[in-house]
């Protein structure tokens, strides 16, 4: 079955300090990744997005991602984080013939000044 | 340019009863998702409108129906309201067609409290 699996739940985090929030995915065929954040009170928005190519992207407010095919991963890294990024973020997958958007859990990101 | 807006913002229905969401794609946008985003989870898919027919649909119950209308805007209406059904309700649009990745948007969602 189609999964997208986000590891870390809860994470806190010190400003400045590095950031990754895991991100695994099951899915049969070519694959597209996002992803997500939500900030507090506000709408998803779309933070990057890998489609083809370089399997490093990168996104705003410098977050990137790497894809690794083989072991099946999109981990979202910031070297350097602010209170600013404190929100919730969201791995997504979806592929083939349709753009149903499959979504892990979510990572609450807490940045303490 | 408007991105994907919905109303009504808040809803407080009772158990039983039906409600209406309402949702209007960014300009350009053929296609809308509706997605359930229960507390603590991640949005989850329930059906996709494109050319005004439902093209996919998650695991939801036939209670859970849509209608696409020519100008591309969409409705989810759900029946026979259940306390599970409380959950912040996504509409994401996207354009379907040649070289696009069909890109989700999503707007601000409609908040369905069923008590």
């Known amino acids: 079955a189609q999964s997208v699996s986000q590891h870390n739940h809860h994470v806190i985090l010190s400003e400045a300090a590095s950031l990754e929030l895991g991100c695994n995915y099951s899915?049969?065929?070519?694959?597209?990744l996002f992803w997500y954040v939500q900030y507090p009170g506000q709408h998803l928005q779309l933070l990057l997005k890998?489609?083809?190519?370089?399997?490093l992207v990168k996104g705003i407010k410098g977050f990137e991602a790497e894809f690794i095919k083989s072991k099946f991963s999109f981990n979202l890294r910031k070297p350097s984080v602010q209170w600013s990024d404190t929100a919730e973020y969201f791995c997504a997958v979806n592929g083939g013939a349709t753009n149903k958007l499959i979504f892990g859990t979510g990572t609450l990101l807490a940045v303490q000044p | 340019d408007a991105g994907v807006t919905q109303s009504p913002t808040h809803l407080i229905k009772t158990r039983g009863q039906q409600v209406t969401l309402r949702c209007s794609p960014k300009?350009?946008?053929?296609?809308v998702s509706w997605y359930q985003q229960a507390l603590g989870q991640g949005p989850q898919f329930i059906f996709q409108?494109?050319?005004?027919?439902?093209?996919q649909r998650g695991n939801f119950p036939d209670r859970f129906s849509g209608h696409q209308f020519p100008n591309y805007s969409s409705e989810l209406n759900v029946n026979a309201l259940l306390l599970g059904d409380s959950a912040l309700y996504l509409c994401?649009?996207?354009?379907?067609?040649?070289?696009?990745?069909?890109?989700?948007?999503f707007g601000p969602g409609t908040r369905l409290t069923v008590l």
């Open positions: 890998y489609f083809s190519g370089d399997p």
């Open positions: 899915y049969g065929g070519t694959v597209n």
């Open positions: 300009s350009g946008h053929d296609t």
């Open positions: 409108y494109y050319e005004e027919e439902e093209r």
């Open positions: 994401a649009s996207s354009y379907t067609g040649v070289g696009s990745y069909n890109e989700q948007f």
